[in-house]
């Protein structure tokens, strides 16, 4: 039985050591981002790449707080992806739970047709649809204005959260909700104060998602937005990242605090990603 | 959702026909129950709930796609545009001249290339380290999980800037870490090496970029999916002296075909419209030999004058792609009750 022991045990380390191995391979480009934001300019552009700062320095950062090279500081062109992100996501959540419940909770005429619309809509690429969609922005004078984002944002992420919401509404138990109408309460109470505070860690779920990708998204941003009071995050980080001579250490300072809330709303969401997006399928 | 079926409201009559949204070609899947067709009352209550999203999605996706066919089959200028002139219809001029261009052909042929590279790692790498996770212990687990987290949650544009800086001759790592191996394994000149000058190494960052990105969705699927096998089956294949290899494709692989169905043609659609990694990494709409179909609609919106017809028939291209591969998601959906 020794053998086998041993045998097993050989596995383990083995077993192990991948595990150390996809560790390092997930996280060191994102290490890789930070540590470069806190070396100086001689220790990044230095023969040999140091893998920890050592001459550690904040200047990246307050460049990049002060909006180097650019009109405004970061915390402007901050406050446009968020309201942004934020308008899409308000308007979005209101809209889609109303789908979501009418798809999770009734049947009615055309009901897969409309689930089969929205599955095939969220596949749809924006970047194809570009030619119309500024077309009809200029038209409506809605190009170069926040605003015209926001609508594009919520017409691009109204299909996934409504899938995503049904999911979460649907593993609501209808048990509760039929003692309330027995007990007298109207639909809408039903919802309101049964269904509405379940179906609200699924809502905050489905909110944060879309609030990524708004927060991320980059090209309807890059067509529409051509002045730099404003330019969202994304594309300040393109702006400088355009110039001939790109300096790296305020680039990773900025992507790394753009990356940041992200990853936070992402550590808050984790437990729920997998049911969420195997239903509503994106990728983060 | 699997369990949407059977939570459905059964009870909830069924609206007359009249009261279909325009579109709405009756429901193949939901197959009509002969038992509950009594003639009731139409409850507009769904259809008020649905409204809006129908409403937004028809103006936001389902207009200007209806305006992209019309431009692709149209000669359109700039008076065409103003509606100063009406549009001439052209048939499939549009067509026949993207189509005979090589340059969309190449364009094509570097989506089509770099989507199945991606798709492959991603699926690949992706299952191995599901199984890892399954294998490993709690703590272990915990790290290589996390860690994979940390490189889904990074934004496509962070990502594609750290893996240019990675590459970036002078200061990067990766040039200097070829040039500290021996030349007779890699070959030597890597210090000064322009990654993205040429569309083929262009491409093998955007594949490893978009890979390290995507492997862990496909990582935390499939181990969401092995939780579900129950342990008795591997314990017999280990009884039986089966291997890993068979272990997988004789068991796992069955019990998961469903999931890796998704997951397979998920990953498809995703990377065959790979944008932002590839404008960041090559640097936007410089480099026309890197383009991807993605990238090449893009650009021809975005061209002043914007070219409207050829602009229409390329990105129409794109979308028809891509719904074919929807049209096999979507089926694949219905076929697991998904959608019912």
């Known amino acids: 039985m020794s053998t086998s022991g041993t045998g097993r045990r050989g596995t383990r380390v083995a077993l192990n050591a991948a595990g150390i191995l996809v560790f390092l391979f997930a996280v060191f480009p994102v290490f890789w981002m930070v540590s470069s934001a806190f070396k100086t300019d001689e220790d990044i552009n230095s023969e040999t790449p140091l893998p920890v700062p050592v001459h550690w320095t904040l200047k990246h950062f307050k460049a990049v707080i002060d909006g180097q090279g650019l009109d405004y500081g970061l915390f402007h062109f901050f406050l446009n992806s968020a309201i942004v992100a934020l308008a899409t996501v308000a308007v979005s959540c209101v809209i889609s739970v109303l789908a979501a419940y009418a798809v999770a909770r009734t049947r009615f005429r055309g009901r897969v047709a409309f689930l089969l619309m929205l599955l095939i809509v969220q596949m749809v690429p924006l970047e194809a649809l570009m030619l119309p969609l500024m077309l009809n922005a200029q038209r409506m004078h809605l190009l170069n204005s926040l605003s015209g984002v926001i609508v594009v944002y919520v017409g691009s992420m109204l299909a996934f959260s409504t899938l995503m919401l049904r999911g979460f509404v649907a593993a609501v138990p209808k048990d509760l909700e039929e003692a309330a109408s027995i007990d007298g309460a109207s639909r809408f109470t039903t919802f309101w104060r049964i269904t ?39 594309l300040t980080l393109s702006y400088s990242f355009g110039r001939t001579q790109v300096e790296w250490g305020s680039i990773m300072a900025s992507s790394t605090l753009f990356t940041i809330p992200v990853m936070v709303f992402f550590l808050i969401v984790q437990r729920r990603m997998v049911s969420g997006l195997v239903a509503g399928a994106v990728k983060g | 959702m699997a369990n949407t079926a059977s939570t459905a409201n059964t009870a909830a009559p069924r609206a007359p026909g009249r009261a279909a949204p325009p579109g709405a070609r009756g429901d193949r899947e939901g197959a009509p129950r002969p038992q509950r067709r009594r003639p009731v009352r139409f409850r507009p209550g769904p259809y008020l709930l649905i409204a809006p999203t129908v409403a937004i999605i028809a103006a936001l996706i389902l207009y200007p796609m209806g305006q992209l066919v019309w431009m692709s089959f149209h000669k359109i200028g700039t008076r065409e545009v103003r509606g100063l002139d009406p549009a001439q219809n052209v048939g499939f001029k549009n067509f026949s001249t993207v189509l005979e261009d090589d340059f969309f052909w190449k364009v094509f042929l570097n989506t089509v290339l770099s989507a199945a590279a991606m798709v492959v790692l991603t699926l690949i790498i992706g299952t191995l380290v599901g199984l890892l996770l399954n294998r490993l212990g709690k703590k272990m687990s915990l790290l290589v999980s996390s860690g994979a987290l940390l490189a889904w949650a990074t934004p496509a544009i962070s990502s594609a800037i750290v893996y240019k800086w990675l590459f970036t001759p002078g200061g990067g790592l990766v040039p200097w870490f070829l040039d500290l191996l021996p030349n007779w394994l890699v070959g030597g000149g890597w210090e000064d090496y322009n990654w993205f000058s040429e569309p083929l190494s262009t491409y093998v960052v955007l594949v490893l970029c978009v890979v390290w990105q995507s492997f862990p969705f496909i990582a935390v699927s499939v181990l969401a999916g092995l939780k579900s096998v129950p342990s008795e089956l591997y314990e017999a294949a280990r009884v039986d002296g089966a291997s890993a290899w068979t272990t997988f494709w004789q068991i796992t692989f069955p019990l998961l075909k469903p999931v890796f169905m998704v997951l397979t043609v998920l990953s498809i659609i995703w990377d065959f419209k790979v944008f932002t990694q590839l404008w960041f990494l090559a640097g936007g709409t410089a480099n026309r030999d890197s383009f991807n179909l993605a990238m090449y609609a893009y650009s021809e919106a975005v061209a002043f004058p914007a070219k409207y017809g050829l602009g229409g028939a390329i990105a129409l291209v794109l979308t028809a792609i891509l719904l074919v591969f929807t049209g096999f998601y979507v089926r694949v959906l219905v076929r697991q009750g998904e959608v019912a």
């Open chain 1, 196 to 234: 509405f505070p379940l179906v609200a860690p699924g809502l905050v779920a489905t909110s944060i998602f879309s609030f990524v990708n708004a927060w991320n998204e980059f090209v309807i941003a890059f067509a529409f937005l051509k002045d730099q009071d404003k330019y969202m995050l994304p």
